[in-house]
């Protein structure tokens, strides 16, 4: 497990959830989260799990598919009304299985 790249994974998934959540709740009303939030959820979760990829140089379809993984054990949470704990688990998730990815290569 590679301890630089969970840390690196958890701080900018979080980064980008909270920021992508912010700039939503800004934009659209409470009401259309009510309506159309089990779809908005889970492709705000995949967004930010690619830009996270981009950021921290790990290959996006690896990225994704543990993000889509991880994003399972939260919707436990989201029926039982803990919806931000939830996403901090699936981040947390997220973080443990992309330290196990391969080091990304140096850029040039």
């Not at 659209?28 to 140089?57: D, K, M, N, Q």
């Not at 939260?74 to 330290?99: D, K, N, Y």
Request: glycine residues 6%.
């Amino acid at each position: 497990m590679d301890r630089e790249i969970l840390w690196r994974v958890a701080v900018v998934q979080l980064l980008a959830v909270a920021a992508l959540s912010i700039l939503l709740a800004i934009l659209l009303p409470h009401s259309f989260f009510e309506g159309w939030g089990w779809l908005v959820g889970p492709l705000a979760w995949i967004f930010s799990a690619w830009v996270t990829a981009r950021v921290v140089g790990l290959p996006p379809a690896p990225v994704l598919i543990r993000a889509a993984v991880a994003g399972v054990p939260s919707l436990l949470f989201v029926v039982v009304g803990l919806h931000w704990f939830g996403a901090v688990v699936a981040v947390a998730l997220l973080a443990i299985w992309c330290a196990y990815l391969p080091r990304p290569l140096a850029r040039p």
